[in-house]
């Protein structure tokens, strides 16, 4: 039992990673018959992680034909991304309201900005998370900070997917990563929100994120 449960988690494992990193790519469909080639294994274990990836939200399964990777909606995507906002900017007037807290974090963003400049591919969306995370994790709301957790792989996704889609979407993400940083430095909430909101619209080609 634990050979075949230990063989199932390491294929679910795996999968979700392709899917996260957008290697697969929404809107693709795979049968269990290629994973199980792919990660050496019976369908059994495969059969099992595709079940968890489906109630988990990130496939559907079609009985006899194999499981479709669920793209990300436009739906979805705007409402992560404003979600994203409400809560990055809270954080934001939280930490420049304490200058010692801002000084903190703003040397932690330098510290990623420098990893970004450093690294590119999955490594560079983990990266991306990690910036957004920082800010959230130095405001002071705890029900807020494990609500903007809990999007975390849908924000690496969505980074990912952009990525692939254009790939000089890092030099912006940098960019505006940076320009972020100074308006903390500079202690103004208010620009940095309207900064946040142009960057989470135009680095996930969203018309408008409201603020």
């Known amino acids: 039992m634990s ?3 230990s063989a199932a988690e390491r294929v679910y494992g795996e999968v979700k990673e392709l899917i996260l ?21 019976s369908r059994t274990p495969v059969r099992e992680a595709f079940l968890r990836l489906a109630a988990e939200g990130w496939m559907r399964l079609y009985p006899k034909r194999g499981a479709l990777v669920v793209p990300v909606g ?7 991304l404003e979600a994203r906002l409400l ?10 309201s304490r200058p010692e807290a801002t000084a903190e974090l703003v040397a932690k963003l330098r510290a990623n ?20 995370q920082l800010i959230v994790d130095a405001g002071r709301n705890s029900l807020l900070r494990d609500f903007f957790t809990s999007l ?4 690496r996704r969505m ?53």
């Open 3 to 5: 050979k075949k449960y």
């Open 21 to 41: 990193s957008c290697e697969l790519p929404g809107g693709e469909l795979i049968s269990e018959g290629e994973v199980a080639e792919r990660c050496a294994v």
């Open 74 to 80: 436009e739906r979805e995507s705007r409402e992560v």
């Open 87 to 96: 809560v990055e900017g809270s954080a934001a007037r939280d930490v420049v």
């Open 113 to 132: 900005l420098a990893a970004h400049r450093a690294t590119d591919g999955d490594d560079f969306a983990r990266i991306d998370t990690e910036f957004h």
């Open 152 to 155: 975390g792989e849908r924000r």
């Open 159 to 211: 980074t990912a997917a952009s990525m692939h889609r254009d790939l000089a979407v890092t030099d912006r993400i940098h960019d505006d990563h940076a320009a972020l940083t100074r308006a903390l430095a500079d202690g103004d909430a208010d620009r940095f929100s309207a900064l946040l909101s142009a960057h989470l619209a135009g680095v996930h080609d969203v018309a408008e994120v409201d603020r």
